[in-house]
């Protein structure tokens, strides 16, 4: 039986990749941070069977130990603060957690294996945010990096550590740049979920305005579920890499908007949707594009699910927890 360690087992795709794990047959360690997470629960109902260890990805000791208990075949890295609007707020936090936390894992697998490099394979949960002020279109493995945001900048400097760790120590340490992906697991901050479970809320008469920054940024949005799939594949290849993970599609705010409220049976949003400037960011990512050609041609992945079924399946899921809810 294999044994995972997923950091940020909390979070969206860290429930995801929990549950792909435990059905390939898996014994998955979360490592997961804080007293009482109140999000332990959740992981606990959708992905059972996971064991749970308690640490911070600042807190290299805590990182050691949790190897140790685990004895770990894969290390998925996807712990983070991923809220780009509030890493301007925390970059000093930021950097420690998205950009040091990924050193302070490599580091603890270097401990770890000894002479036996490439024993532990290694990913890290990079990100399209890194492109930032775009220099290519679409963005490939190649292009160059010009993030926009402190978490950005965090991200880039854990993205070439992982490479860096590759080149140095011949350690099996694989990089997903993943563009957005979301799910009904998605945090409410972000903007999908945001709008999803407004329009849900609205329809149910439960809200009456939704707040929001840029309309007009343009995203590749594909689906959680489809994308740990990648991650996966990724540490099962003989050689590590880096590989872009997207749908090669890009579309609006205002597309997310249309196909919600549609899925509600609201063709005019204009009367619900209200522009505030306190969520415009000090510098956008206006719009990203991935070309994942590689991660289709060398591991076979393709995504399965499409923008809008993705968009109606949260709209979907939001209508369903909002009317037990209330
Ligand atoms: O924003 C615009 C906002 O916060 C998307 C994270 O998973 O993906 C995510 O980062 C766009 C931005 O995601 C609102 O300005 C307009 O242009 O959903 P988001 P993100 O910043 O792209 C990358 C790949 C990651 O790695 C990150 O961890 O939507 N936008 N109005 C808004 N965004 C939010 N959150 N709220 C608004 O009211």
Known sequence: M????????????????TRLLLDKGYEVYGFVRGQSNPR???????????????????????????IEASQPDEVYNLGAISYVAYSWETAHLTSDVTGKGVLNVLEAIRLAEGKDSGRIRFYQASSSEMFGKVQQIPQTESTLLWPRSPYGVAKAFGHHMTINYRESYGMHASSGILFNHESPFRGQEFVTRK?????????????????LGNFDAQRDW??????VQAMWLMLQQDEPDDYVVATGEMHSVRDLLDISFARVGIDNWDRYVVQDSSFLRPAEVD?????????????GWKRETGFQELVEM??????????VKG
């Open 195 to 211: 709008i999803t479970s407004a329009v849900a809320r609205i329809s149910l008469g439960l809200q009456h305005e939704l707040r």
């Open 314 to 323: 949260m709209v979907d899921s939001d209508l369903q927890f909002y009317s």
């Open 222 to 227: 594909g689906f959680a579920g489809d994308y």
């Open 40 to 66: 332990i629960p959740a992981l606990l109902d959708n992905a059972p069977g996971v064991k749970i260890l308690k640490g911070d990805l600042t807190d290299q000791p805590s990182i050691i130990r949790a």
């Open 2 to 17: 294999k044994r995972a360690l997923v950091t940020g087992a909390t979070g969206q795709d860290g429930i995801y990749l």
């Open 287 to 299: 719009q990203l594009l991935g070309d994942a050609s590689k991660a289709q041609s060398v591991l």
